[in-house]
């Protein structure tokens, strides 16, 4: 299964800012929308906020990404 392209996770990720909020507490919907659903952009806010490693963070992202597609 690919991951969205940068232009189909942009235009959706409005959208999906709500269900992100619920995954991540933590970050803010600024921080969210902010990101534009980059999925490096992402995976940084949740490694820095978490305290997690960035390969747990990409994880965590590309989980994330594959049930909200």
């Not at 392209?5 to 990720?13: C, H, N, P, Q, T």
């Not at 933590?26 to 490096?40: A, N, R, V």
């Not at 960035?54 to 594959?66: G, I, M, N, W, Y």
């Amino acid at each position: 299964m690919s991951l969205p392209s940068a232009d189909e996770l942009k235009g959706k990720w409005k959208q999906q800012v709500g269900a992100a909020k619920i995954a991540w507490g933590k970050l803010t919907e600024d921080e969210l929308l902010e990101s534009q659903g980059h999925i490096e952009k992402l995976a940084g806010l949740v490694q820095e906020r978490y305290a997690v490693t960035r390969d747990e963070a990409d994880k965590q992202v590309k989980s994330f990404l594959d049930k909200t597609k």
